[in-house]
């Protein structure tokens, strides 16, 4: 993980790029059978693992290494996603709504912010600093926002 | 092979394989038997029981959250919503670890469900409806939490209500469906126990039964050759040897039984031999006592032939004696005739020289006549002194042949020895007119009276002193410069007395040194000597008088005897003596 503290790393931009690269190269259709985790452009994280991926969508972890607060977004009407999403967490998406409802009980945080689709998550995203998001590969513009991670989605190659 | 052929551990081997490989399978199938007890057991105790009571308990917690919900909506209060808040997050906590167990508990393959698609079909209906449910517990503490109760209630009483009956029924459903795998498992389990217990019992009972069969035949086997074995066994200790085992078969028995005909047949062998042989013995018994007869008969003839040679030993030695007395006696005859003759014709001179002194006067007669009375009367006195020298040897042969044998008398001893050592010496002169010998006499004065048998001890001293004669004439004729000499020594040493016999003869050669007692050996030529002479003078001074005769050789120079006796016999007393010296 890139520790870009204070401003969008060079090295972490050309790892992202590369990303991108390597995938649409190797794949053939990548962006239609892949997710991507995304964020702000300026949120200091570089290919979070599995598990801080959890911490931060459990609010285990509410802030960047910046200091700024992370600021979740799921997507309303996507179950597919969202299943594969959470899946990938080892989760459902019930536990996780369980788990947001006792952060909301114990004043600890919210839960995600809700997008109606992937557009709007993606466009909110690049524009909501300390956001974090998902949505499929294809959407996710580089040049807007920073992708830290791409999962299989198994509901699109079932 | 037929089985009664086959060797008893070769038997064994098979009957202890046939109980031991059902006993096997028995324990085999009872251990897997009891292995899926095990797991069924441990199924219904780690799993479907868990399972239902996982799901019930998720129940209750989720109407516990509803229950906490409706009053977090009624309340007003924020310190009393807070506390109603943390126990609906202690609730959710309880649901959420319960639904992870029960996500593990799902998949454990220690327990699959029984019918899986209906089980995933009611749970993901279930986890719809909860998520669900979820969504409007936001919505309504959002409502809540902004004191809208009436709005929180109608979402409650109306959406919410649904859902949570809903997936309240899907949870019971699930309940059921554990339950019943649960009762499916133990109904299995005790299907499986109640099916294991029998086939166990049963299959036991056919490996006791077999091993019992077995058993009995193999025993049958076994002791019936055995008591075959020990009925003839009886048999033959009672004497019958005609008997023999007839046991089929080629096992241990059948070859123990096979080795005791043989021993049998043997044993009968043997028996006829030892008949025959002791019909034989009998027979060799027979003729030995035969034999034995022959021998004591043969043992009486030599024993009889010893006697007449002791009896010819003797003659010879009384030949040596009587040739001796014979000289003794002659010498005072010869005196006495001599001297009688001379008296006579000292008579006849008298005679005439009294015829002639008619005229003269008694002086003149008297003068005249008196010298021849005088040598007529030392002739009467020479007469009388030969003539009681004659009557003294007489005697003293008289006394010799009357004395009992073995009977001890008190003589002088050197008289004694003196007497025997003339006998002996006239007796060789007698036999061997040639015969020469310095005879050396060295008598111990102080050897004084001595109790001996005199006739025995006689006989010693003439046998010792007649082998000194002989060697030293023997000697003699081959070495005539030799100077023959015979020492005769008497000597005292204490309550013992000794007489020594040497003499210059050619001695003993030294290899027959140690044969010179023994009966009927001699150096001398055949008819000279029987042998007898050392071996009697040996037994006269052992046994006849508590001596000893002991051999000084001196090989090709002579030889020495020498008899040691008491001077007292043990056997004789003081009156004997006493009484002795008064008839003398």
Redesign the interface.
Known sequence: MCQCRTQIGLRCRLTSLALLGVLAIGGLNPSAAQIAVVAHQQVPADSPSRRELLDYYTGDIQTWTNGRRVVLYDLRNNEQMRTAFYDYLGKTSSRMKAIWLRRKLSGEGAPPLLADDEHQLVDTISRTEGSIGFAHLDLADSLKMKVLLVIPDPAENN | MRIRDMPLRVKQRIAATAILIPMAAVSMYSLSQLSSLKDDISAINTVLLRRANVIAQLNLDAASLRVNQLQHASIRSSEQKQMI??T??AV??R??RN?DVYDSLRTNPKAVLSNPIRERAVYASF??N??RY??L??QI?DLSDANRSAAAFELLNDDARTLFALFSGELQELSQINTQDAEETSLRAEQTFVSARNRILATLLITVVAALGLGIVVIRQLTGGLEKLLAAARRVADGDLSTAVEIDGRDEIGKLAQSFNWMLSSLRKSTDDTRRQAAELRDQQAVLRTKNGELESALKQVRAAQQQLILSEKMASLGHLTAGIAHEIKNPLNFVNNFAQLSADIASELREELEAARDKTVAEVIDSTDELLEDLQSNARKINEHGQRADRIVRSMLEHSRGKSGETQPVELNTFVEEYVNLAFHGMRATQQDFNVEIRRNYDNGAGPVELVPQEMGRVLINLLNNAFYAVHERGKREPDNKPFVEIATERKGDRVVIRVSDNGGGIPADLEKRVFEPFFSTKPTGKGTGLGLSLSFEIVRDGHGGLLTLDNRPGDGATFEVRIPAKSPSSSESNLSQHAASR
Request: charged share 35%; glycine share 0%; aromatic share 12%.
């Open positions: 808040a943390d609906m997050i959710i906590d649901i959420n639904l986890d719809r909860w998520e979820l969504d517990s936001f503490l």
